[in-house]
């Protein structure tokens, strides 16, 4: 398929996928967000895809959902379309680690896409920001549950009731951010960590995602005990036998996503 509002690439099993609406700091209108979906669901089925990598432009990872788009609709309509509700349910769906590497503003649902992913790598240069309450919204694609639970409640309720905006070093020491890199080598940096991860059996990188993601949603028992029977149905795979061959015969596994 042929996109217009981002741009992607694939390879060494890494998918690249790029927002461009340049003019608008890419902001999320829809037919970005269904290209996306549709970007993101072709990688998460190609074989020859490990890890995703989710980025925009120096200036700007995205600056918010497109204000334009949405500022003339009514409740009616974006109740009845469920506004963007089918797309970033997609991201959400997305079983190969994503990684979102943000230069410039991640703002509004920027901001939320980049916290969809699995960690945010972030150029020095990066703002975050849920600023909708200055345009008389709140946050609407995740936003109050996921900053919440990455910076917890005092920073987050500063974030979504002032509307300011939070530095690289911020997000980095409040936990939102894996890590801060020099912007201009921030993709180098990106691909690096996709790279690691692309070298890994895709059984155990889509199993370490799922069972992290698992300790939002359910009590420490249960994740344990989630993670304990995923830890043991990975030795029914050839991978976990490369692997722990590899090791004791002192070289790099191979892995066959098998
Ligand atoms: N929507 C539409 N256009 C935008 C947006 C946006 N969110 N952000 C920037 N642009 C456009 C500007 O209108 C401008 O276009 P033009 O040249 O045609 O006037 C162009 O991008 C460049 O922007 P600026 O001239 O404003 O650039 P500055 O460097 O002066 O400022 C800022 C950069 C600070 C990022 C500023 O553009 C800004 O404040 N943008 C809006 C940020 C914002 O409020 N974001 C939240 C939007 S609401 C939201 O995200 C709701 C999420 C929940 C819904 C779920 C859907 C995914």
């Known amino acids: 398929m042929a996109y217009e509002t981002i741009i992607v690439e694939i390879e060494d099993h890494v998918c690249t996928i790029k927002l461009n609406r340049p003019d608008a700091l890419n902001a999320l209108n829809s037919q970005l967000l269904k290209e996306l979906a549709s970007a993101l669901t072709d990688a998460d089925r190609n074989d020859k895809v490990r890890a995703i990598v989710l980025t925009g432009s120096q200036k700007a990872f995205a600056a918010g959902a497109d204000i334009k788009e949405m500022s003339e609709k009514s409740f009616v309509e974006m109740y009845l379309t469920d506004f963007f509700g089918s797309e970033h349910e997609a ?18 649902g920027g901001c939320e896409l980049a916290m969809m992913c699995d960690f945010i790598i972030a150029g020095d240069n990066a703002k975050f920001g849920q600023p909708e309450i200055n345009l008389g919204v709140i946050a609407g694609i995740g936003g109050t549950q996921r900053l919440t639970r990455f910076v917890g ?4 309720m500063d974030m979504h009731l002032t509307g300011r905006f939070m530095d690289a070093e911020e997000a980095e020491r409040s ?8 912007a201009k080598s921030l993709m180098e940096e990106a691909m690096n960590a996709a790279g690691k991860i692309a070298e890994k059996s895709t059984l155990s990188t889509m199993a370490a995602k799922e069972a992290v993601n698992r300790a939002y949603e359910t009590t420490l028992a249960e994740g344990i005990l989630f993670e304990k029977r995923l830890f043991h149905s990975l030795f029914s795979t050839e991978d976990q036998k ?12 191979q892995f066959r996503d098998k």
Not at 175 to 182: D, N, Q
Not at 245 to 253: I, L, N, P, Y
């Open 153 to 156: 409640k005092s920073k987050s």
């Open 175 to 182: 936990g939102l951010v894996s890590r801060v890199v020099p």
């Open 91 to 108: 991201v959400q769906k997305v079983r190969k680690p994503i990684i979102a590497a943000v230069a410039g503003y991640a703002l509004g």
């Open 242 to 253: 490369e692997g722990m061959a590899a090791f004791q015969e002192k070289r790099t596994a």
